[in-house]
Every structure is written in C-alpha cells, then in structure tokens.
C-alpha cells in the first residue's frame, strides 16, 4: 500500500490546506490511537511541539483524537523534536508526538512520530496508520475515553538529559556562546544548557511569538548568529533550527562549520581516545572531501539517501554510531536514540576540550569540495524526470566535470522543490554547471 499522508519525516504541509486542517488532525489522533490499542489496552503518548501559532490548534484536535480512541496523553507544551523522542524513553510511553515542521516558515506545520524506544518508526507502521484512516471511526464509550495532563517540567528534564550525554568533567567556564534557537522549541532549553554548564550564555532567537520562528534566524539563516559572534566577542556560536534536531556552529572568527565538518570532529574525537569506528553514515550529499578525510583515518563512509530518516536506518542496518548531513542533522546513537542539535553541539565542545585544538585545527585534514545548491520551485505540474531537456543538460555538464565532480538531481521530501547539486574541485566551474541544470528544470 502506498503512502498517501506520510513523506519522508512525517506529514507537513501548509496550515489550513489538507492535511494539515482541525479535522484531519482528530482523525489522525483517532486513527493511530487505535493502531496502538492493537498491541497496548491502554497506551499512553507524549505530544510536544515548536512555537508556531498552530500548534495550539493542532495539539487540541490530536489530544481530541486519542482520547476518542481511549488512548492517554500527555503534553509538554514547546519541546524540542529530540527532547520528545527522549522524553517517551523514559517515561516508558507508548509513543512520541511531534508537532513542527522543522526549519519550514511558520505558515506550514506537520506531525511526527517515535516508537518507545524514542526511534524513528518504520514505513510499515505508518501504512497501518494511514489503513485506519481509511477506516469508519470507532469511538469509545465516556468509560473508556482516553484523559490528557501536562508534564510541567518536561524542559528540566531534557536539559538534565542533554548535560548527561558529555563528560562530567566538561566545563564551558571562561566561554562565551551565542545561542540561536531560531525562536523555535529550543528557546526556554538551549541557553540554559549551555549555561548551566559554566558558559557566559547571549542568546538570540529566542523569543517566540508564533511567527516569527526560523525568520532570518536559527541554522537555516546563520549569518545572523555569525554577526552575533563577532559583535559579541564570543567563542562560539550555536544555531539551532525551529525544532532543535539541526545544528550550525560558528567559531570566535566568525568561520562557520557544516554538518559534514562537524561530523569528522565527532568521528575524530571518538578515535582519539581508543574508540573503534566500523564506519560513519552520509549521506548523497556529504562532501566528498569529508569522505576522503575520513578514509585516509581509516574509516569508511557509506551514503545514504538525503534525510536523516535514512541515515539512521543505515545506521540501524550496519550497527554503527556516528552518521548525518551536511544541513546539520547529527547522529550519536551513544548519546541519544535520534539527531539532537543541542547534544551534538555538546559533541564538538568536548572534542575541542579534549584535544587542546580549535575546531578549524582538527579541519586541518580536510579540504571541502565545492558545492553549489540551488532550490529550484518546480511549475505546477511538472514532470522532471521525463525533462529531455534535463537530461541533455545534465548529460553535458557530467561529460565537463569528468572524475573530478558529482551532479546530484532529486526532489524535496517537504516542499515543491527541486535540488540541484553539483560539486567539483573549482568552486566557479560548480557554480556555473548548478545554473545550467537549474535553468533546464522547467525549460
């Protein structure tokens, strides 16, 4: 069966156009509730969610839905995506619910979910779900219905969670940090982490209002967070997206690091002190010169298909630790069940510690490949893949690049985008190849 609500994390869309409406949001409650009765007689969920005006909408029609389907819930008002994941964990919930969409502006808003274990739930359990919704409601009886309450330190809590995942040693005292939380889940929780654990702490983008979150700020628009840095003297500056589970990092010179980056301070480190690493997971994005870094450390790297979903079923599959993108989603499956912004964040810090070197030292080995993406808005109706004239330009641009480059083509799994990559050694030859195959799409 295939999946009509589903997309590659969850469902999104826009607010107020389907599915993302009052009703579909209490079928969605309803239906899932009775996709868990199948294996619990009385399940319990945890529903969190970022700072976007309709999250209120959203979490009343869910909390709706599973009571009407005898389900319990318990809310924790603006959470972090991973601090849900966590939370269901260890609570021993039946499953985690998150209301966000991400780094998307504040006009869209979705759905996801964790398994009890705080895991990303497979396709299978999603058909399930979208087989109940095919379904007549079954509505339970007043005796039955399920009951909702707040969890009021449901922050503290995830605070104290992300402090455990790093040395009880570490010390960010004589530090300072710009916190970017992109005015999303992270902004009562991120400074405080930081904080608690000796840092001078300024924050920015941390004061929601329901819509302004991911505007100009957060790990989407860091530029913002690399002038807080410099205006600031500060060490570090740590930008998070609208839900938490993505990171950019910037140093006291204003040098911003990628995902990619980051993910080889974190594999670099772990080698260091005696840990063996059977191999790091990316991703078709992942810059081939993180990749060849990491080979000539002896340790492989396998790609994945964009979106860390399927980072950590690589993960999963292989048994092995350490994956993520070059966007700034950070796997440690040692420290958390999914990507944490915050946590991987605590990752680098330690590394530096440890090593006495600066993040750009530990780079010293790596020499990025340029890379040009351009977002291409596709015209309604489009059939890319059928492009003859795509195909004859991206024919043209592979035969100019040779061995010395990748052209990467696919569709966005949240938006009506098409992504055009083209990486190569000479940053105006990457440039130009993107313009040519963007220019092509709705040619």
């Not at 000539?296 to 964009?306: D, M, Y």
């Amino acid at each position: 069966m295939s999946r009509t609500y589903f997309g590659t994390d969850g469902i999104r869309g826009t607010v107020g156009m389907p599915p993302i409406t009052p009703d579909f949001m209490l079928r969605l409650g309803h239906a899932v509730g009775h996709v868990l009765k199948a294996s619990s007689a009385r399940p319990t969920v945890v529903i969190g969610k970022d700072t976007r005006i309709s999250g209120y909408m959203i979490e009343s029609a869910l909390e709706a839905g599973f009571a009407s389907a005898g389900v319990d819930t318990l809310l924790t008002g603006p959470l972090p995506t991973p601090g849900v994941a966590y939370l269901t964990r260890a609570l021993r919930l039946d499953l985690g619910v998150v209301i966000s969409a991400s780094h998307n502006p504040y006009g869209d808003n979705g759905v996801k979910f964790f398994s009890a274990r705080g895991e990303k739930l497979p396709d299978e359990w999603e058909i399930a779900v979208e087989a109940a919704l095919a379904e007549s409601p079954r509505w339970v009886d007043s005796a039955r219905l399920g009951k909702a309450r707040r969890i009021d330190d449901a922050a503290g809590r995830y605070t104290e969670f992300c402090k455990s995942t790093v040395r009880n040693d570490l010390s960010l005292k004589g530090l300072k940090i710009v916190v970017d939380a992109a005015h999303g889940a992270a902004y009562h929780v991120a400074p405080d982490v930081f904080h608690e654990l000796g840092a001078d702490v300024v924050k920015i983008g941390c004061a929601p209002d329901g819509f302004n979150i991911n505007a100009g700020v957060g790990a989407t628009a860091p530029q913002l967070l690399v002038e807080a840095v410099r205006a600031n003297g500060a060490d570090y500056g740590v930008a998070l997206d609208g839900d938490a589970d993505r990171l950019q990092l910037v140093d006291a010179a204003g040098r911003l690091f990628n995902g990619d980056e980051l993910l080889y301070v974190m594999a670099c480190d772990r080698l260091a002190y005696g840990e063996h690493i059977d191999g790091v997971v990316g991703t078709l994005m992942t810059n081939l010169g993180v990749e060849l870094a990491l080979r000539e450390r002896g340790v492989p790297l396998v790609r994945a298909k964009v979106g860390d979903r399927y980072v950590l079923e690589e993960l999963t599959a292989r048994g092995w630790l350490l994956g993520g993108e070059g966007s700034g989603h950070l796997i440690a499956l040692d420290r958390h069940t999914t990507g944490d912004g915050i946590v991987s964040a605590l990752q680098v810090l330690q590394a530096v510690q440890r090593s006495g070197r600066s993040i750009a030292e530990q780079l010293r080995d790596v020499t990025l490949f340029p890379q040009t993406l351009i977002n291409v808005r596709l015209a309604p109706g489009a059939d890319w893949k059928s492009s003859r004239t795509l195909a004859a330009e991206q024919e043209s641009v592979l035969r100019e690049l040779g061995d010395t480059g990748r052209v990467l083509i696919r569709p966005s799994g949240t938006e009506p985008l098409l992504r055009v990559m083209v990486e190569a050694q000479d940053a105006a030859l990457a440039e130009r190849c993107a313009q040519r195959l963007a220019a092509a799409v709705n040619a």
